[in-house]
């Protein structure tokens, strides 16, 4: 019977020091997310938490990391990020694009999503630049920041991550986002190579960027909103000829966006009011969610998902509902310095730099493709926030600067016997894709084309032009 008392304890010992590394794994057990309330039973394991990245400061950033479906020591590590500047990448890409749940209608509770990108890659969302989501500093003029701060901040949290999941530091690292990501990932991305230029430790292991519907160049990105509209019909003729002729947007910023010409500044006026509030601009097929019926019905239990072509439109708003209840904090380790404010997607807290929006991305993605990372910019084709008309004609532009040849001629992809969308690649580094039926939010409204276009990035695989089986089919 010792003998016997003796083995039940060294197992009882070996559990609890399997739970102290977070499984066994070398993971912070301390990160652990056992269960979120209201959450579906997984196979894999979360874990969110905070990361110091300037101990005199008090600046730390909130994280979020979900493990691969399956053979998730084998898959590699992809981060996402939001954009605005400003917005939370736990509101949007954990919880309401690519992350494995969604908020169910009452905003008590979570429901699968079946077309997470944790299928083919672990994920890590972060809450950046502080100020934005969870993410804090004790300081405050850190809330005062910029696209350089940003990236440097970034760049300090992947190496402390690594020290917290140390099996990472080699693995495969995909650098992906969308929006004002254009800015955040590329910036990123040469801040990495920078360090590994210059490290005698170890060196990050990128291979590959991927970015949705970015910003990449005002000049460009601006004019094509417009075009957008009046190609879909969403403004007349007249308005758009005026817009077209009388425009030079070759002078608009973020921190003085109105033309010098007045005809101009009246046709964007104009234009703006003929769309109006009733269509969301993040993708125009899509109904808009009223938020004054959702915010009563959210107060009173009741079920209010909102659907429109098969997406959940008030989902931002079930979302922010469920991040602000104190058991659904507490099981994210979140909030640890009791913020005197809600969870909100975007922060309303931080001042950003309105000139860093203004800057050309295109010269930074050119370096990543000289280092030999492969680039793809992918345009969900509803969104005329961020059309897939500049994005276009920026990676031309961006090829023919490289002196890239077309190695895949624009053409239709397929997913399931159907048209995923159109993609053009350059010189076997540089990929064009559109998602047919897509948003802003490309995950969001099209789930499994995008999970099907990831999967190929990760793999290194093109996008395939017929209707057989392929990836994710």
């Not at 736990?90 to 494995?100: C, Q």
């Not at 509030?277 to 009223?290: A, G, Q, S, T």
Request: negative net charge; glycine residues 8%.
């Amino acid at each position: 019977m010792a003998v016997r008392r003796l083995s039940v304890a060294a197992a009882v010992m070996a559990v609890a020091a399997a739970v102290l590394v977070g499984g066994g794994n070398g993971f912070p057990a301390e990160d652990l997310v056992i269960r979120l309330p209201g959450q579906p039973i997984v196979g894999f394991k979360q874990y969110a938490g905070y990361v110091d990245v300037d101990l005199k400061a008090g600046r730390s950033l909130f994280y979020y990391f979900v493990e691969a479906e399956t053979d998730a020591d084998r898959k590699p590590l992809s981060l996402w990020l939001n954009g605005g500047p400003g917005c939370s990448s736990m509101g949007g890409g954990a919880f309401t694009e690519l992350g494995p749940f969604f908020p169910l209608g009452n905003g008590r509770g979570l429901r699968r999503n079946t077309q997470s990108w944790n299928k083919a890659s672990n994920l890590l969302f972060v809450e950046s630049p502080a100020g934005v989501g969870w993410s804090y500093s004790n300081t405050t003029s850190d809330y005062t920041t910029g696209d350089a701060k940003t990236a440097r901040d970034m760049h300090t949290f992947l190496k402390n991550w690594y020290k917290k999941f140390p099996s990472f530091i080699s693995r495969e690292l995909y650098l992906t986002g969308e929006s004002y990501a254009g800015h955040y990932i590329p910036q990123l991305a040469i801040a990495l190579l920078d360090h590994n230029e210059h490290s005698t430790d170890f060196k990050f292991n990128i291979k590959g960027v991927a970015i949705g519907n970015p910003l990449l160049n005002l000049d460009h990105d601006v004019p094509a909103v417009y075009e957008y509209y009046w190609s879909h019909g969403m403004i007349s003729d007249e308005i758009g000829l005026t817009l077209m002729n009388e425009c030079n947007f070759e002078d608009y910023t973020f921190a003085s966006p109105h033309n010098e010409s007045a005809a101009c500044n009246d046709a964007i006026s104009q234009a703006n009011n003929i769309i109006g509030e009733y269509i969301n601009v993040y993708d125009v097929i899509l109904d808009v969610c009223y938020p004054s019926i959702v915010e009563q019905e959210l107060r009173l239990r009741q079920t209010v998902t909102k659907m429109s072509i098969g997406v959940d439109v008030c989902m931002s708003l079930e979302r922010r509902f469920y991040f602000n209840l104190p058991a659904v904090q507490h099981a994210l380790h979140a909030n640890r310095t009791k913020l005197p404010y809600s969870w909100t997607m975007c922060s309303g807290i931080i001042s950003y730099n309105d000139n860093d929006g203004n800057i050309n991305i295109l010269p930074l993605l050119k370096r990543i493709i000289e280092n030999r990372i492969p680039v793809w910019i992918f345009s969900g084709d509803q969104d005329s926030v961020v059309p897939l008309l500049g994005s276009r004609t920026l990676v031309r532009e961006l090829a023919h600067d490289l002196e890239f040849n077309v190695t895949v001629p624009y053409g239709a992809w397929f997913h399931k016997g159907q048209v995923g969308g159109w993609v053009t690649e350059y010189g076997n580094l540089l990929t064009f894709a559109t998602v047919r039926g897509a948003a802003h939010m490309v995950p969001y409204a099209q789930p499994s084309r995008a999970l099907h276009m990831f999967t190929s990035f990760i793999r290194g695989s093109r996008l395939p032009n017929s209707t057989n089986p392929s990836i994710g089919d």
